[in-house]
């Protein structure tokens, strides 16, 4: 959980600085990589799993350029800030008892523009491959497809999907795949549906004063 956190951080100040140039992104990227470590009462972080360092965050903060750098992506901005852990809250049409709506609430990492359209960028790191199995996770996936419900609230017409940025951590390497993950109208309305029946079980047993262990 620290990694990734560090990871998001990282990234999302790449993003931040990239229009002053790559050179002065990649600077950024890595100074932060380097104080989200960093912790002033025990010095630099010292991590058990030498996939997930200090120097592996470094690295692939500096590889994430020398990958997409290239690439035109500019960070959006809502109300004059950059578009980096966007909130969200979502009120339904499914009621407390007290009256009051329940409200889906999450925070997007990102919202960006390349040449395809303009997407929802998410960060993810793993130490596995990067196989067609890492990617069926994402489809279903409670995660994405609240996220789905998300961006049609902070941009409603203007996002196309999640694209999820993910990168294979190893003790020597840093390798990255993005892929785009989509969700219909349909499917949205589906597993609105879906929170809405798991409201009403977990009202039912609140009533009953049960909490059944769900393994």
Do not use: C
């Amino acid at each position: 959980l620290d990694f990734g956190i560090a990871l998001h951080t990282t990234l999302q100040t790449y993003l931040a600085a990239k229009p002053q140039g790559r050179e002065a992104a990649t600077r950024a990227a890595v100074r932060a990589a380097l104080t989200s470590t960093w912790s002033e009462e025990d010095g630099p972080w010292d991590s058990p799993d030498r996939r997930r360092t200090r120097w592996t965050l470094v690295r692939t903060a500096v590889w994430y350029d020398e990958v997409y750098g290239a690439e035109e992506m500019r960070l959006l901005e809502i109300q004059g800030a950059p578009a980096v852990e966007v909130g969200f809250r979502i009120p339904t049409q499914k009621l407390t008892p007290d009256g009051d709506p329940y409200r889906l609430a999450g925070y997007l990492d990102a919202m960006v523009e390349v040449e395809q359209g303009t997407w929802v960028i998410d960060f993810k790191s793993t130490t596995g491959s990067l196989s067609g199995h890492y990617w069926d996770q994402y489809s279903p996936s409670n995660q994405m497809s609240m996220y789905n419900l998300g961006r049609r609230v902070v941009l409603p017409d203007a996002i196309k999907g999640i694209l999820v940025s993910a990168v294979q951590l190893g003790v020597g390497f840093s390798r990255f795949e993005r892929k785009p993950i989509y969700r219909t109208r349909d499917q949205s309305e589906e597993y609105l549906q879906t929170i809405y029946d798991t409201i009403a079980e977990a009202e039912m047993w609140a009533e009953k004063g049960r909490w059944p262990m769900t393994e």
